[in-house]
Structure formats: C-alpha cells, structure tokens
C-alpha cells in the first residue's frame, strides 16, 4: 500500500519561506517521478514542480527562482523548498508520483498573509 504523508506547511508572512516534506513508502518512491501539487480554495489542483528518479526538476513559471524541489531516495522523502512566498502561493500543498495511477496524502496548509 503506498503512503504519502506531507508535512511542513504554516502560516508565513509574504516574502518568508517554507520547507515542504513528503515522506513516501519505501520501494514506491525510488523509482518513480514525484511532483508537488497545489489546490487553492475553489480552483483546480495544479503541478508546482516535478522531479524525475534520476534528479532532473521542473518548475512551472510562476514558481522559477523561488522553489526548489528535491528528493532523498534513501530516506524516501520528497522535499519541496519555497523562498519569497507571495500570498498567492497561498493553498494545501500534495505530493504525488507523475504517473497513473496516482497517489495522494492528506496535503499540508500553506497561508501566506500579505
């Protein structure tokens, strides 16, 4: 049975950063392509950023220069760092693998006030 338990999320003033992490059962995360996931009340749930097994990171626009995603595959942890928080990086944050099917945890609250 696969797990994702996200952790790291809170309230931070606009401009402060976060540290996301997203620990993972042990065979499923090594070799998959994880990515970082976000939903804000009342919209879609949108892809932050991705990172393949091997390391290679993608970042949607909005993000660039602000995130960094990374990973541990010994620990099993998916991690996602977040500098310059703006209030519309305001929603719950999910970690998930790139393929079908996908697995989800609870998500993790992040508030940034302006």
């Known amino acids: 049975q696969v797990q994702l338990v996200e952790s790291g999320g809170g309230l931070v003033q606009a401009g402060g950063s976060l540290r996301l992490s997203c620990a993972a059962s042990?065979?499923?995360?090594?070799?998959?392509?994880m990515g970082w996931y976000r939903q804000a009340p009342g919209k879609g749930r949108d892809v932050v950023a991705t990172?393949?097994?091997?390391?290679?990171?993608y970042y949607v626009e909005s993000v660039k220069g602000r995130f960094t995603i990374s990973r541990d595959n010994v620990k099993n942890t998916l991690y996602l760092q977040m500098n310059s928080l703006q209030p519309e990086d305001t929603a719950m944050y999910y970690c998930?693998?790139?393929?079908?099917?996908?697995?989800w945890g609870q998500g993790t609250q992040v508030t940034v006030s302006s």
């Open positions: 998930s693998n790139i393929l079908p099917p996908q697995y």
């Open positions: 990172i393949s097994s091997g390391g290679s990171a």
């Open positions: 042990g065979s499923f995360f090594s070799h998959n392509a």
